[in-house]
Nanobody, 120 residues
Framework: QVQLVESGGGLVQPGGSLRLSCAASGRIFSLNAQGWYRQAPGKQRELVAAITTGSSTNYADSVKGRFTISRDNAKNTVYLQMNSLKPEDTAVYYC??????????????WGQGTQVIVSS
């Protein structure tokens, strides 16, 4: 069994910064792609950023230049540095990971979500 635990959410003023972390633990052989999604009230969940095992990254247009995704493979952790935050960034942020287990099969796991509120 695999768990993804997010941390780092909270309340921040517009223009501020937050750093989200997502640590994976459990029966992990290795991690493939990892990513961050968000879901605002009344909206569908959307991709924010993703990172491959080779550290290639992909960002939603709305966060390019403001957010940075990174990973620490030794710690099975993915990060999302969020700068110049805007009220429209308010959402529940979820991490996910494509986990390779010992059999070689790959499963996608999700974290429980962490709330980010950008407000003055």
């Amino acid at each position: 069994q695999v768990q993804l635990v997010e941390s780092g959410g909270g309340l921040v003023q517009p223009g501020g910064s937050l750093r989200l972390s997502c640590a994976a633990s459990g029966r992990i052989f290795s991690l493939n792609a990892q990513g961050w999604y968000r879901q605002a009230p009344g909206k569908q969940r959307e991709l924010v950023a993703a990172i491959t095992t080779g550290s290639s990254t992909n960002y939603a247009d709305s966060v390019k230049g403001r957010f940075t995704i990174s990973r620490d493979n030794a710690k099975n952790t993915v990060y999302l540095q969020m700068n110049s935050l805007k009220p429209e960034d308010t959402a529940v942020y979820y991490c996910n990971a494509d986990v390779v287990v010992s059999s070689g099969r790959i499963f996608r796991y999700w974290g429980q979500g962490t709330q980010v509120i950008v407000s003055s």
